[in-house]
């Protein structure tokens, strides 16, 4: 079972539950979801790899009115942002314990009805969804891939590679939130057209998102 934390304003929640190591993600907790404080769930692997909301609700907005494919849940943050402005949202989650959280916190945001949550391997699952675009945010590996001097795609769990061409083959657009470190070389050779957003909060560079543009005909 995983360890699951529950945000509350009635707690001194301070120090971050899942150990000093991960404490600096841990004071972010209401930047990933401002309303932390009102019942969010999270676990582990959910506080470090989240989308923190401002981003999240940026990168949603590029997708106003679009059918959008979450590939990879986690503990919700993106879907939450899609249900807010797509038209229509499938978040996919391999993880049972996480769907669950996820679940909830869209409950929390009051978004749950406009999400269908599916349980399963979103490589297995995408062929059979006709969504307009995918957003994909597998995982890195954890905290330590900021060592790495630079990130590969044979990095994230599906490999990159792999996970884009199942992607391309069956979703007109695909989004891929890639780390800092992440090498952008190595998209050239995929035959496709690529633009890159950084995603910032307060003037740093979290993260950054792939956009891979539809084929043009
Ligand atoms: P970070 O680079 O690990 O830390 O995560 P941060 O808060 O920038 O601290 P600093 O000390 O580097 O300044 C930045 C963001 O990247 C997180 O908020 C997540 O959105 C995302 N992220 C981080 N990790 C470790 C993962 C991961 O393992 N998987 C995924 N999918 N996203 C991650």
Redesign the pocket.
Known sequence: MKQVVTGSVFEDQSACPFGPELQ??WD?RHE?FNRFDDGIQIDK?GL?????EK?AQDIALRFRGAFVLDG?A?TGSNAIAFAQHAKRVVSVELDAERLQIAKHNAVVYGVSKRIDFIHGDIMNVMSSIDADAAFL??????????QQDSFLLEHFNPHGNELLQASFNAIPAVAL?V??NFRTEELLGLDRRFSISKEEMDN????STVHFHPPQI
Do not use: C, N
Request: positive net charge.
């Open positions: 600096k993600y972010k990933y692997e470090y790899s989240v989308t923190p981003i990879f986690g945010d597998p995982p890195w590996g954890g905290p330590s891939y900021a939130k780390p800092r740093k560079h979290v993260f």
